[in-house]
C-alpha cells in the first residue's frame, strides 16, 4: 500500500492490498441482464479483488442443485478467483444433508449460503446444517433484512464454533438489532452488502463492535462492485479497520491467503 | 476530477436518524471528505410535507452559509389565498440565487397533474428551470403522462432503485426531457457502462442522496467506471452545471 485507501477511490486506481469478496454471487436475477462471468472477473482485477465466494441466483430461486453446479463450474473457469458457497434451503429437507455432502468433495466450496425463506434460521430443520458447519469448520454466511435475523442470532449462539456472517447488515438503516446481537455472540460477524449506504454506519458499527466484526462483500453481479467497495474506501475509519474489513477478518475462514 | 452534487438535503426534518446530518456545516464537512465541490440542495423538511409554509427558508440559510450549497426550492400550487404564486417563485430564485426546484408529491402536492401544478410546470419551461422528483413518489405512468403534456420540462429523477431499469430504460426511451440523477442508489449491474451506451452520458447526473446516503459508493462506481474520462466528469459535474445554466430568471 502506497498511499492513503481513500486516494485509490478518488482516482480509480488498483488496490494493491488484499481484497477478497466474501458475499457474491454469479448469474442472473430476474429481470436483471447481468455482465457475464468473465466482465465479472475482469472487474476484479480492475479494482484488486484477489478472489471471491460465491453462490449462484438460481440456487436462490430455488434450483438449488443446479446452482450448485454453475458455482463448480464458475471454479473449475477460474480457479483461487472463485470460491464456492454451497446453497442449501430447508423448504428441501430431504435434499438438505446429500447436497452438502456432494458440494464439498469439491474443495472449491468453502462456505454454507442460507436464504431467508420458509424457517427460521435456529429451527430443527437447519439442525442437519448447523451440525455439518459445526463438524467441518465452515463458515455460514445467511441473507438476513432490515434488522429481522430471523433466528440467525440464535443460531450463531448454539453453535460457538461457527463462524456467522449475517448478510445485508443495518439494511433497511435498522443497525441497532445487528449491533445488539453482535455484542451478545461473539461469533456473529455483520456483513456489508447493500444497495444503500447510510451515512456513518459503517462507523458506527466499527465503534460499537471494533473493525474485526465487520466484514466486505460487494453482492456481484447484483449490486456495483465498485460501489460497495468504495463505500469502504471512503469510510471515515482508519486503513488499518479497513484491511482488517476487505480482507484480514474473514480469509482465514476460508482458507485464503493475502 | 470536479464533482457536483445535485441531490442533497440539508436541514431537520422529523422522523431523522441519531447518526444522520442536517446542519449546513456537517453537510460542508462531508463534502470535503469526499471531495464535492459543490451541492444543490433542497429543505430535508419538504420530503415529508410537500411545501409547508417555511420549509424553503432552510435551503436559502444553508446557501448564506457557503456558496457551495446552492439551493433548489420546493414548490406547492397556489391552491389558496396566500400561497406563493408562480411569479413569487421566480421572484425568490433571482433573489436567493436558486436555480432549480423541486416537486415533492406529498402533503400540498398530491400529484403531476396539470389541472394541479400546470401553472408552476409552464414558469419551470418559460424560464428553463429543471425540475427535480423523487421516483418513490412519483410512479411510472405518472413520469410518463407529466413528460408527454409536458414535454419540454427538463425533469431530473431522483431516488431510482434496485431493479428500476425495467421501467426506466423505456421511459428514457420516449422522453429526452428526462435525466437521472445517480443517488441514492441507481447502481444496477454493468452501469454506468450500459446507460452510457444507450442513452449517452449527458442524461445521467451525480447525486449523493445526503445527508440519508453517504456518497462513496457513488463516487468510487463512476470513477471506477470502464468509459472515457469526459464521460465521467460529464457525470459528476458537467450536466447539472449545464442545467443551471440554461436557467434565464
Redesign the interface.
Known amino acids: 500500500m502506497s498511499r492513503p485507501l481513500i486516494d485509490y477511490?478518488?482516482?480509480?486506481a488498483r488496490l494493491d492490498i488484499p481484497v477478497f469478496d466474501a458475499h457474491a454471487h454469479i448469474g442472473d436475477?430476474i429481470?436483471?441482464?447481468?455482465?457475464s462471468l468473465e466482465?465479472q472477473v475482469a472487474q476484479m482485477d480492475?479494482?484488486g479483488i484477489i478472489a471471491a465466494v460465491v453462490s449462484s441466483t438460481h440456487a436462490l430461486v430455488g434450483d438449488v442443485a443446479r446452482g450448485n453446479d454453475e458455482v463448480a463450474e464458475a471454479m473449475r473457469q477460474f480457479p483461487g478467483r472463485m470460491f464456492g458457497y454451497c446453497h442449501v434451503s430447508a423448504n428441501y429437507p430431504d435434499f438438505l444433508l446429500p447436497e452438502l455432502e456432494r458440494c464439498f468433495r469439491n474443495d472449491g466450496f468453502r462456505g454454507i449460503k442460507l436464504y431467508q425463506v420458509g424457517p427460521a434460521y435456529d429451527e430443527p430443520a437447519y439442525d442437519p446444517v448447523w451440525a455439518f458447519a459445526r463438524e467441518r469448520g465452515l463458515p455460514v454466511l445467511a441473507h438476513t433484512w432490515g434488522g429481522n435475523l430471523t433466528g440467525f442470532d440464535t443460531a450463531a449462539e448454539k453453535h460457538p464454533t461457527v463462524p456467522c456472517l449475517a448478510g445485508h447488515a443495518g439494511s433497511g438503516?435498522a443497525?441497532g438489532p445487528y449491533i445488539d446481537a453482535a455484542k451478545r455472540i461473539p461469533n456473529l460477524y455483520l456483513d456489508l452488502t447493500y444497495?444503500?449506504?447510510?451515512?456513518?454506519?459503517?462507523e458506527?458499527f466499527v465503534a460499537e463492535l471494533g473493525a474485526e466484526r465487520v466484514v466486505w462483500g460487494s453482492d456481484?453481479?447484483?449490486?456495483?462492485m465498485?460501489?460497495?467497495?468504495?463505500?469502504v474506501?471512503?469510510?471515515?475509519i482508519s486503513d488499518e479497520d479497513k484491511r482488517k474489513i476487505l480482507f484480514d477478518n474473514a480469509a482465514g475462514w476460508f482458507r485464503l491467503k493475502g | 476530477m470536479t464533482i457536483f452534487d445535485a441531490y442533497c438535503g440539508v436541514g431537520p426534518w422529523s422522523t431523522r436518524?441519531k447518526?444522520?446530518?442536517y446542519r449546513p456545516e456537517e453537510i460542508l464537512a462531508?463534502m470535503d471528505?469526499?471531495?464535492i465541490e459543490k451541492a444543490l440542495v433542497y429543505p430535508n423538511a419538504g420530503v415529508q410535507w410537500g411545501q409547508p409554509p417555511g420549509v424553503n427558508e432552510f435551503v436559502i440559510q444553508a446557501s448564506r452559509v457557503s456558496g457551495r450549497l446552492i439551493p433548489a426550492l420546493a414548490l406547492a400550487p397556489n391552491a389558496h389565498e396566500g400561497y406563493p404564486k408562480p411569479e413569487d417563485y421566480l421572484a425568490a430564485m433571482r433573489s436567493t440565487g436558486a436555480r432549480a426546484a423541486w416537486l415533492f408529491v406529498q402533503g400540498t402536492v398530491r400529484g403531476l397533474w396539470r389541472w394541479h401544478v400546470g401553472e408552476l410546470l409552464d414558469m419551470l419551461v418559460e424560464h428553463h428551470v429543471p425540475l427535480f422528483l423523487l421516483a418513490d413518489q412519483c410512479p411510472p405512468d405518472a413520469l410518463d403522462m407529466l413528460l408527454r403534456e409536458t414535454p419540454e420540462l427538463r425533469v431530473v429523477l431522483c431516488g431510482v432503485?434496485?431493479?428500476g431499469?425495467?421501467w426506466l430504460y423505456p421511459l428514457l426511451q420516449r422522453h429526452p426531457g428526462l435525466h437521472v440523477c445517480l443517488g441514492?442508489?441507481f447502481?444496477?449491474?454493468?452501469?454506468p457502462e450500459?446507460f452510457v451506451h444507450r442513452f449517452g452520458a449527458s442524461r445521467l447526473i451525480f447525486g449523493s442522496g445526503?445527508?440519508?446516503?453517504?456518497?462513496?459508493?457513488?463516487?468510487?462506481?463512476i470513477?471506477?467506471?470502464?468509459i472515457s474520462d469526459d464521460d465521467k466528469q460529464t457525470i459528476l459535474a458537467g450536466n447539472l452545471r449545464d442545467l443551471l445554466g440554461e436557467v434565464v430568471l
Open positions: 477511490a478518488r482516482t480509480g436475477l429481470g436483471e441482464d447481468v455482465p466482465a480492475r479494482l438503516f443497525y444497495s444503500r449506504e447510510h451515512t456513518h454506519m459503517i458506527h456481484a453481479p447484483l449490486f456495483s465498485s460501489q460497495q467497495l468504495s463505500k474506501l471512503f469510510a471515515l | 436518524d447518526l444522520l446530518p462531508l471528505h469526499f471531495g432503485g434496485y431493479m431499469d425495467s441514492h442508489f447502481v444496477p449491474p454493468g452501469d450500459r445526503l445527508p440519508h446516503f453517504s456518497p462513496g459508493g457513488l463516487i468510487g462506481h470513477i471506477y467506471a470502464n
